[in-house]
């Protein structure tokens, strides 16, 4: 069992940035892929960066270039750090983990076996 804890969100203005951080417990860390996910209203759950143990890293094209992914594994945390916020960023972002042996295309909610709880991110114009 792995138990994630998201924080760091807030309000931004557009072009601003945040740094979220999620923090772990369980077992075991390094043996988890890590990934970040948002949901914005009406809208389903997408994948916006993921993480396996260090040397492979996923972006959705819409953050590519302006958010990084990157993990701590002696500090059981993962981190997401957004810079030039835009408007459309605005969504409740979610923690997620699966097990490294899981060799399924990062991008379905429903291939990662545990979640965070969420965190606001709101990017005003």
């Known amino acids: 069992q792995v138990q994630l804890v998201e924080s760091g969100g807030g309000l931004v203005q557009a072009g601003g940035s945040l740094s979220l951080s999620c923090a772990a417990s369980?077992?075991?860390?390094?043996?988890?892929?890590l990934g970040w996910f948002r949901q914005a209203p009406g809208r389903g759950r997408e994948l916006v960066a993921a993480?396996?143990?260090?040397?492979?890293?996923n972006y959705a094209g819409s953050v590519k270039g302006r958010f990084t992914i990157s993990r701590d594994n002696a500090k059981n945390t993962v981190y997401l750090q957004m810079n030039s916020l835009k408007p459309e960023d605005t969504a409740v972002y979610y923690c997620?983990?699966?097990?490294?042996?899981?060799?399924?295309?990062?991008?379905?909610?429903?291939?990662?076996?545990?979640w965070g709880q969420g965190t606001q991110v709101t990017v005003s114009s």
């Open positions: 997620a983990a699966r097990r490294l042996s899981i060799n399924i295309a990062p991008d379905r909610p429903e291939t990662w076996e545990y």
């Open positions: 993480i396996t143990d260090g040397d492979s890293i």
């Open positions: 369980g077992r075991a860390f390094s043996t988890y892929q």
